[in-house]
């Protein structure tokens, strides 16, 4: 320690106050952390050892709270696997582990400690066996727990929320915890069933959270207020007689971030329900959740959320008395649907999205096969005015707007791929009671439908630059309804030439009769993030039409000629281009770590060609 000190020393020397503020700021963090690391006590736990132990490796404490209570801040606490169910009655309340202080407490040890711990062969439980909580976490603390099966945990009497008992398995009040690679079961309590968040900014990392039980709201997982981090966690089972059957948030702008979120259940938000909050739910896998009313995969309430690039799939709606959103609901709210996959969803109305007196952003998603047994099978709109832009609204079903149901509202539809929705329309435009709607289409496939489009009395709908499809793709009757239809000056009746819509693939090949036919609608990429226009003017529909990039155009010139050609010949023959510290290999394109006749025949298949797509493209 003395020598980093004395560095520290001889680099400030010779340099101005300035930068030597800057640097303190920079080295005196990291100086702290060093010397917190260096003061660090290891504590060890064995319950097989006799109580109460003095907490050594050699004779170890026999129960974990034993430990917290010696440690200090930065201390580790090292457990051995076994059954950890010793209740205690700290702050008032009854767990087994009270926590107060920033401390790591890992499980999955052998009895001799050696490392590393390994969870799965030396299972570590934390068992309230239904009569406490199992951790309860408080104060302005940076708490780690990893690597226990956590469980048995029940708040009922304990309180802690403005719903009542909170927090079955782990209680977090205003803490910054670090709760990774648990597993955290069976668990019950009024609402978050596993784990309640309280005014905390923790991170829930790389857990199994499964089959935990709230008899109010959010079965998982509670949040409420702070800004958590929740990644890469597996929250499966998990069931709340209200809202949120995985997770429920509130007042909060948490990142929910890379989940399983599966096989949930709940009246309100199958998967998650989101109130009064601009969180993030970026990269899920929301399947096969079910809810009995609203949202059975996400539902939100009064709040604008981001919800990017999640699968979102086979959620349902499921009782008699349930209604909408099996993919997502959105109530009095706005926000973003951007990226997803939103397929083989099912409910009674907005099979894939319902939308309710809110008007987010909806671009770039898949919505596709998903099921409304009464109207809007992709997406149904109440009393709202989104846009939607960059989507593929193909192969849903409904007896009404079978890919959009679209009432007493007022939405703006740019660049969308509206294809082969099953039932009697695939736009349909109606009223709620004195709210007509008026909508706009613009650069619009709509094709192999019924009837395309069809407006009831007293609404309007206006289109310009739109495919009508022909033969396989052509819709028995393109627009009907005794509303106002303005198809404006730009109308086509073309193949649209799908690449594989059977296999849900309706990008554009070349030759569609969608190429180069649209306007511009202030739209400069499509679905895949792909610049528009390409070629001599704007595709309609979702997708930018674009040749196959080319390998070989190292200099980005839009051809593949002897310059290229003399980049390749230079790297013709290396074998270190997976090595560290040497150049890269632009000719290794199959990225073996050599350049050789496999990267030649890539190379050779390019050469020659000048249509090559150019980044500013």
């Keep these: 320690m003395l020598e980093l000190l004395n560095l520290g020393v001889f680099v400030l020397k010779g340099i101005n106050m300035r930068q030597k503020c800057k640097i303190y700021n920079l080295i005196i963090p990291f100086l702290l952390l060093i010397i917190s690391l260096a003061h660090a006590e290891i504590f060890y736990v064995d319950d097989d050892n006799p109580c109460p132990g003095t907490g050594t490796i050699n004779d170890p404490f026999c129960e974990i709270q034993l430990a917290v209570d010696t440690a200090s801040d930065g201390d580790i606490i090292k457990v051995a696997s076994g059954t950890y169910s010793e209740l205690n009655n700290y702050g008032g309340l009854k767990q087994i582990v009270y926590i107060e202080k920033s401390v790591t407490i890992k499980g999955g040890y052998s009895s001799d400690f050696s490392e590393p711990p390994n969870p799965q062969s030396n299972v570590t439980v934390i068992d309230a066996k239904g009569e ?66 309280d005014h905390s900014n923790s991170i829930i990392n790389n857990n199994v959270i499964f089959n935990n039980t709230a008899n109010q709201h959010g079965g998982g997982l509670l949040i409420y207020y702070g800004n958590p981090t929740i990644s890469d966690n597996t929250i499966n089972e998990n069931y709340a007689r209200f809202n949120g059957g995985g997770l429920d948030l509130h007042y909060t702008s948490a990142i929910i971030v890379n989940n399983d979120i599966t096989k949930n259940d709940t009246g309100w938000g199958g998967g998650l329900a989101v109130y009064f909050s601009s969180a993030i739910i970026k990269n899920n896998n929301i399947l096969n959740n079910k809810a009995d009313r609203e949202g059975a995969g996400i539902f939100v309430w009064e709040c604008s959320p981001e919800i990017i690039k999640n699968t979102i799939k086979n959620n349902t709606i499921y009782s008699t008395y349930g209604y909408s959103g099996g993919g997502i609901e959105i109530e009095y709210g706005g926000g973003k649907i951007d990226g997803n996959i939103i397929s083989e969803n099912s409910a009674y109305a907005g099979g894939g999205i319902e939308l309710d007196h809110s008007s987010p952003i909806v671009s770039n998603n898949v919505i596709i096969n998903n099921v409304a047994s009464s109207s809007g099978g992709g997406i149904r709109m109440y009393v709202c005015s989104p846009t939607l832009k960059n989507n593929i609204i193909a192969d849903n079903q409904a007896r009404t707007g079978s890919g959009l149901d679209i009432m007493g509202s007022s939405p703006n539809l740019l660049h969308n791929t509206i294809a082969r929705n099953d039932g009697n329309h695939g736009i349909y435009i109606s009223k709620v009671c004195s709210s007509y709607s008026k909508v706009k289409l613009i650069n619009t496939i709509l094709v192999g439908h019924k009837i395309g489009i069809y407006v009831n009395n007293g609404n309007e709908a206006t289109l310009e630059a739109t495919l009508w499809g022909a033969g396989d793709w052509a819709n028995e009757v393109d627009y009907a309804g005794d509303g106002s239809i303005d198809t404006g000056l730009y109308n086509y009746w073309a193949d649209p030439m799908f690449l594989n819509p059977n296999a849900g693939d309706y990008h554009i090949s070349e030759g569609s009769g969608a190429m180069d036919k649209g306007i511009d609608a202030g739209v400069d990429t499509d679905i895949d993030g792909e610049s528009r226009p390409y070629g001599e003017g704007y595709d309609i529909g979702a997708d930018e039409w674009m040749p196959p990039l080319c390998e070989g155009d190292f200099d980005g010139d839009g051809d593949v000629d002897g310059s290229d050609l003399a980049v390749f010949a230079e790297d013709f023959g290396r074998t270190d281009c997976n090595q560290p510290n040497v150049l890269p290999c632009e000719g290794d394109f199959d990225g073996d770590g050599d350049v050789d006749g496999s990267d030649l025949a890539v190379f050779a298949e390019d050469f020659g060609r000048t249509d090559c797509p150019h980044p500013m493209d």
Excluded: C, H, M, Q
């Design 132 to 197: 406490g909580r199992a951790i309860y976490i408080t104060g302005d603390i940076s708490p780690i727990i990893e690597g226990f099966y956590i469980t048995g945990g029940n708040a009922s009497g304990l309180g802690g929320s403005e719903w009542g008992d909170a927090g079955g398995g782990i209680y977090i009040s205003k803490a910054t915890a670090t709760i990774r690679n648990n597993n955290i079961s069976n668990n019950i309590a009024s609402v978050g069933g596993g784990i309640y968040l």
